[in-house]
């Protein structure tokens, strides 16, 4: 209920935000990232996706529905890209999946390794892996701009990460969920940029998405 409430008041707060200056949208951002992440270690997450252990990877086929789309097929070699990424971070561990006369058949058997345990966490269904709290630096710009549905005020931000940031989460294999360093170089949690974009109507700021903690590749 506390957490409830602590959302609810944040709600309320970028509704009178009318005209904000940085400082005030510095503070409703952090407040946000705060809220959802009271024990300081889930402010940046890595999405695997809905998994139990042990798994067993798999290939899905199938046809495209009425619009065109094969959402199982391309959820499932997500997954399965994600799963031995993991792997290559130590967070998870792979062993090959061999036919009867001990050949590999293309697929792994995964599961948790005792560092995945530490650092698992679940976002609605999806695990995820998370680390650190997210700290806003500055607001490093602002800008107005007019949608279909009115006008959105799209603001980027400057911040770090506090608290443990392991060793795994600095690889720049994350690189391919989102551009975080340059290539093949260690990623700086020290200086990242991210936006946030809000619906200005009659005044008052909406978020378009909930201030929280960074899910990557949800």
């Known amino acids: 209920m506390a957490l409830i409430k602590k959302i609810f008041m944040l709600i309320i707060t970028l509704f009178l935000l009318a005209g904000c200056n940085d ?40 046809e495209p529905d009425q619009w065109g789309e094969l959402y ?72 107005e701009e007019t949608s279909n549905l009115g006008k959105v005020l799209s603001v980027d931000y400057r911040y770090h990460i506090e608290g443990e940031i392991p060793q795994w989460a600095t690889s720049p294999l994350l690189n391919q969920y989102r551009f975080l360093s340059r290539k093949n170089e260690p990623i700086d949690w020290s200086k990242q940029l991210d936006n946030q974009r809000f619906d200005k109507r009659q005044d008052k700021l909406y978020s378009q998405v909930p201030i929280r903690s960074k899910i990557i590749g949800y």
Do not use: W
């Open 23 to 62: 400082s005030k949208l510095q503070k409703v951002l952090q407040e946000g990232f705060d809220s959802s992440n009271p024990t300081g270690k889930t402010g940046i997450c890595f999405t695997v996706g809905v998994v139990d252990y042990p798994y067993t990877s798999i290939e899905v086929t199938g």
């Open 72 to 143: 199982p097929v391309v959820a499932n070699r997500k997954l399965n890209k994600r799963l031995a990424l993991f792997s290559q971070l130590g967070l998870l561990s792979e062993q090959p999946v061999v036919d009867k006369d001990g050949k590999p058949t293309g697929f792994y058997h995964y599961d948790l390794t005792e560092l995945g345990k530490k650092y698992r966490y679940y976002h609605n269904d999806d695990q995820v892996f998370c680390f650190g709290r997210m700290v806003v630096d500055a607001i490093t710009k602002k800008r």
